[in-house]
């Protein structure tokens, strides 16, 4: 499979405290994309880093890029509840319009 | 807009029913997919249209029929389907394979 594998599969959190998820994948990316799911719903876009960036932010998130490792992660900072949700991570191969979806990380903020 | 409307929210159908799922936007996005996502799972790629061809078919079953007819509308046409295609349905849309995906909210089938 090419799919993606997400860790940790779930993780709770209190309110204010930092949430890190880790993603790994398998083929050469163009780039790698995290998306944020609310239950039975569409997935929106949190913040995309090619191939040739290392870390980028926005807002409280942070996004690393280790593509000798195959792996990146997602931080967010100071979570809210709000934040609670399930996040993907995705990657694109260049020149194809494939994305393919990581496993996920189920959020759980606790106010 | 930069919305990717699907309709039905909601869809209930038997096995020998004949449905079709529809998936529309307005923002000139050269690429339109179809997504099935199971509970507690990762959206799972079905098919790609780019320039209004299908470009992508993730080995599906024929009982999902795929459809653009214009560039700003996809449709999945359902026949004959299984109580295991139960699933939420998801299209999305992109202007260029380097850039994001806008998702649509889904269509929460049940086949009965």
């Not at chain 1, 100071?78 to 194809?96: E, I, L, N, V």
Request: hydrophobic share 30%; with cysteine.
């Amino acid at each position: 499979s090419q799919q993606g594998e997400e860790d940790p599969q779930a993780l709770s959190i209190q309110e204010g405290e930092n949430a890190t998820m880790n993603c790994s994948y398998k083929t050469s990316i163009n780039n790698l994309q995290w998306y944020r799911q609310n239950s039975g719903r569409g997935l929106v876009h949190l913040i995309l880093i090619r191939s040739n960036e290392r870390e980028k932010h926005s807002g409280r998130l942070r996004v690393t890029l280790d593509t000798s490792k195959k792996s990146s992660s997602l931080l967010i900072t100071a979570s809210r509840a709000a934040d609670t949700a399930s996040y993907f991570c995705a990657t694109s191969t260049s020149g194809t319009y494939k994305y393919i979806f990581g496993t996920g990380t189920r959020l759980k903020v606790l106010a | 807009d930069t919305e990717v409307t699907q309709t039905p929210k909601h869809l209930v159908m038997g096995m020998t029913n004949k449905k079709s799922l529809k998936c529309e936007q307005h923002m000139g996005h050269r690429a339109m997919y179809w997504y099935k996502q199971k509970a507690k799972k990762p959206p799972e790629l079905m098919f790609v249209y780019s320039y209004e061809k299908l470009s992508i078919n993730e080995s599906v079953p024929s009982r999902f029929s795929p459809e653009c007819p214009n560039s700003s509308l996809l449709n999945l046409h359902l026949h004959a389907l299984q109580p295991e295609d139960s699933a939420l349905y998801l299209c999305a849309s992109t202007e260029d394979p380097n850039e994001k995906l806008f998702f649509g909210s889904g269509t929460q089938l049940s086949v009965l």
